[in-house]
């Protein structure tokens, strides 16, 4: 069993920053990869980013490409977040969800956009960003 936590959520304006952290549980967490989805209201979830086992390799999505960046420390067993030059339409709650089949091999973009691909998923944090 894996349990996911994340934090760093909150409100802030167009323009500005924000850090989400995942806190995982499990001792082969170096072994998981990690994605982040995001569901605004009335929308369904949607992929935001990915990182690989040891943080070989990232995906995101088209529409936060140059924004966000996702990275892992496994020594603590968490995957952030950053997000930066935030707009009204990152609007919603993130979720970070564990991959413990994807193997060490990058498997192709697709494969981590793919929300049937994870294991477990973290409860969600809420983002608001203003106009």
């Known amino acids: 069993q894996v349990q996911l936590v994340e934090s760093g959520g909150g409100l802030v304006q167009a323009g500005g920053s924000l850090r989400l952290s995942c806190a995982a549980s499990?001792?082969?967490?170096?072994?998981?990869?990690m994605g982040w989805f995001r569901q605004a209201p009335g929308k369904e979830r949607e992929f935001v980013g990915a990182?690989?086992?040891?943080?070989?390799?990232?995906n995101y999505a088209d529409s936060v490409k140059g924004r966000f960046t996702i990275s892992r420390d496994d020594a603590k067993n968490t995957v952030y977040l950053e997000m930066n030059s935030l707009k009204p339409e990152d609007t919603g709650i993130y979720y970070c969800?564990?991959?413990?089949?994807?193997?060490?091999?990058?498997?192709?973009?697709?494969?981590?956009?793919?929300?049937?691909?994870?294991?477990?998923w973290g409860q969600g944090t809420q983002v608001t960003v203003s106009s």
């Open positions: 969800a564990a991959d413990l089949a994807a193997g060490a091999f990058y498997r192709g973009s697709s494969y981590y956009m793919d929300p049937s691909k994870y294991d477990y």
């Open positions: 499990g001792r082969t967490f170096s072994r998981y990869a």
């Open positions: 990182i690989t086992w040891s943080g070989g390799r990232t």
